[in-house]
C-alpha cells in the first residue's frame, strides 16, 4: 500500500501559479503510475493530469494543456504539479491518486490510493 499527502494549495490571484506536491510512503514509489485530479463544488471529480511509473509520459485533460505540468521525483517519493496561467474556473481541491496499473490512467475507479486533498481558489 502506499500513503499520499498533497501540499502547496492556497489563494491566487487569476494569471498566477502554484505548485502541488503530493508525498507519498509505503511501498515502492516508482511501482505506481500517478494521477491529479480536482473536484469543485457541486461537481464530479475530473481528471486533471497523470504521469506513467518512469516519468517518461503524460497526459492532461484538455482544459489544462498547455497550462499545467506533471513531474516526478521517483527518489524523493514525490509528484508534482506546477499550475501556471491560473483562471477562476481551476478553483477546487485537488487530489493526487496511485494507481499500480503499469498505464496512465483516466479514470476515479483506476485508481487505488487517494490523498485528503488540497484547497486551490483562483480569485478574478
Known amino acids: 500500500q502506499v500513503q499520499l499527502v498533497e501540499s502547496g494549495g492556497g489563494l491566487v490571484q487569476a494569471g498566477g501559479s502554484l505548485r502541488l506536491s503530493c508525498a507519498a510512503s509505503?511501498?515502492?514509489?516508482?511501482?505506481?503510475?500517478m494521477g491529479w485530479f480536482r473536484q469543485a463544488p457541486g461537481k464530479e471529480r475530473e481528471f486533471v493530469a497523470a504521469?506513467?511509473?518512469?516519468?517518461?509520459?503524460?497526459e492532461y485533460a484538455d482544459s489544462v494543456k498547455g497550462r499545467f505540468t506533471i513531474s516526478r521525483d521517483n527518489a524523493k517519493g514525490t509528484v508534482y504539479l506546477q499550475m501556471n496561467s491560473l483562471k477562476p474556473e481551476d478553483t477546487a481541491v485537488y487530489f493526487c491518486?496511485?494507481?499500480?496499473?503499469?498505464?496512465?490512467?483516466?479514470?476515479?475507479?483506476?485508481?487505488?490510493?487517494w490523498g485528503q486533498g488540497t484547497q486551490v481558489t483562483v480569485s478574478s
Open positions: 509505503g511501498r515502492t514509489f516508482s511501482f505506481y503510475a
Open positions: 491518486a496511485a494507481t499500480s496499473r503499469s498505464y496512465i490512467a483516466y479514470s476515479v475507479g483506476q485508481y487505488g490510493y
Open positions: 504521469i506513467d511509473r518512469s516519468g517518461g509520459n503524460t
